[in-house]
């Protein structure tokens, strides 16, 4: 790709995945699939929604990509470097040029 045609963001592969834990060690019987492979790119001027029925991962996968919470696997990539490996303070830089904004129902 070239510089104009680069993703601003790049999600590949997304997962979030929580264990379910049971039994007197709690240990884990079973994984929900909150964010299962979830891919998509948006470029520079563009803006994405992520809409769906309640409990569907919506806010879970910008958790993820903001790195609020961590993606089990995936890619996220944003304005050319990998978010998943940036350091605690390059991610609070990181973070000041993204945002999540919630729709408020009432």
């Not at 680069?6 to 995945?17: D, E, H, N, R, S």
């Not at 903001?66 to 089990?72: A, H, K, V």
């Not at 996220?76 to 990181?94: H, I, M």
Request: with cysteine.
């Amino acid at each position: 790709m070239t510089e104009s045609t680069t993703p601003l963001l790049q999600v590949t592969g997304l997962k979030k995945y929580f264990p379910v834990r049971s039994g007197l060690f709690s240990r884990v019987s079973a994984w929900v699939k909150a964010v299962d492979d979830v891919t998509f790119h948006l470029n520079q001027g563009e803006t994405l929604g992520l809409v769906g029925e309640s409990g569907c991962g919506k806010t879970t996968v910008g958790r993820s990509i903001l790195r609020l919470m961590e993606p089990t696997d995936g890619q996220v990539t944003f304005e050319g470097r990998d978010v998943l490996k940036l350091t605690p303070k390059e991610l609070r830089q990181a973070r000041r040029r993204m945002q999540l904004i919630f729709q408020d129902p009432y």
